[in-house]
């Protein structure tokens, strides 16, 4: 996952604030508790010399309600004088968290790349559609704004949207068939009208995911009009109506499932892509020493980590991956094994960077740290590149 919006804040000069809490209300005691726990987290910042100030800000930042329900967080970063990042997350952060040093604490953000997914949310009829777009740093798809636009409905204009016999006798035929051929040209041009929004849509914004519900007719209409960059990020949601989807318990259960598989194939096709890689002994390595080498070196295309099982210099490992342009990918136990919990994936590779192998990924603890380059055999295209140039 790329994070250029990070890396501005990074540049920033210390001392850098940092602050991560469960904002979850879901309990009527939470607001009291999350008042408490923020009380706590201000103590300590008051003690480590964190301006006055500047957690009054924050803390009319994260203390009122948030404009989401459901099990969220809120992350702050803040130079001297300015909050210079603050995050609804789509989760809350695996622990509170606060901190004023010379720079900024990035793991309780980081670790949560998994779930910062984007959507289109389209709920469609014939006569047209209502478009929700959820942006990573506000998880709520139907509240705005989001740093994307306000919501939107999208009528056609064409408005033969019901078929209906005219008159009760044979007489009436070519009448009724001339009617209904200009209620499929209405849902038709209608249909054309809501994928002109949705293409430009996802065309600037690139969302992760584009959900579509409602009318069923109307969605094969629709879909015969997105363009391709649309249909590969397509899934379909059962049970939605235009204008009400969001208020349906069951519905709203509906887009967490499809959004939680969509989080689990991600991680999936992350922990294959990092084992074949490691498999041909190409653009992947894992290791501390080596992935610092890589970062120092500018060869990592994207950093991997394990959540839990992070190395003591994470922090400098985050940081260098961001300020190098590279993506940061967090990637649970449960899909892949890594040793010493961190890894990447390279823009290049060239003799002098280090080899691992796909023993490595086995996910056998006893293996995890067997690693030692220096003891691999060479591949048969090592060998083979290693007669040519005797």
Not at 25 to 37: C, G, H
Request: no cysteine.
């Amino acid at each position: 996952m790329k994070l250029p919006w990070l890396k501005s804040a990074l540049e920033q000069e210390g001392p850098i604030l940092s602050v991560y809490l469960d904002t979850t209300r879901t309990d009527p005691n939470a607001a009291a508790e999350l008042s408490i726990r923020w009380g706590q987290l201000r103590t300590q910042l008051t003690a480590a010399g964190a301006p006055t100030d500047l957690l009054n800000d924050v803390e009319r930042t994260v203390l009122p309600p948030s404009a989401i329900g459901g099990r969220h967080g809120r992350a702050v970063l803040a130079s001297g004088s300015e909050i210079l990042v603050d995050r609804v997350l789509p989760v809350p952060p695996y622990q509170d968290l606060a901190h004023w040093g010379p720079t900024a604490a990035l793991l309780p953000l980081l670790q949560l790349t998994p779930y910062a997914v984007s959507q289109l949310l389209i709920e469609v009829d014939r006569a047209g559609a209502d478009l929700h777009l959820r942006a990573p740093e506000n998880p709520s798809i139907d509240k705005a704004p989001n740093g994307l636009g306000a919501d939107e409905s999208i009528d056609g204009g064409h408005d033969e949207l019901h078929k209906a016999r005219l008159g009760g006798g044979s007489q009436h035929g070519w009448r009724t068939n001339n009617f209904e051929a200009r209620v499929e040209d209405s849902w038709e041009r209608n249909a054309e009208a809501v994928a002109a929004k949705v293409n430009k849509l996802v065309m600037e914004h690139k969302p992760d995911m584009v959900v579509l519900t409602g009318d069923i007719r109307a969605q094969s209409l629709l879909k015969d009009e997105l363009r391709q960059e649309v249909l590969t990020r397509l899934h379909t949601a059962a049970g939605g109506t235009r204008g009400v989807s969001l208020e349906r318990d069951s519905f709203r259960e509906e887009l967490a499932r499809i959004t939680q598989a969509f989080i689990e194939q991600n991680q999936h096709d992350l922990a294959d892509q990092f084992r074949e890689q490691q498999a041909r002994d190409a653009a992947s390595i894992a290791g501390v020493d080596e992935v610092t080498l890589a970062l120092e070196r500018g060869q990592v295309e994207q950093l991997v980590f394990v959540p839990g099982r992070e190395p003591e210099n994470i922090e400098q490992l985050l940081r260098q991956a961001i300020l190098t342009d590279a993506g940061v990918s967090a990637l649970q136990e449960d899909y892949a094994s890594i040793p010493e919990g961190v890894g990447a994936l390279l823009r290049w590779r060239d003799d002098t960077t280090p080899s691992n192998r796909a023993s490595s990924m086995t996910g056998d603890p006893a293996r995890e740290d067997a690693v030692d380059p220096d003891r691999d055999d060479p591949s048969p295209h090592e060998q083979e590149e290693a007669k040519l140039r005797q």
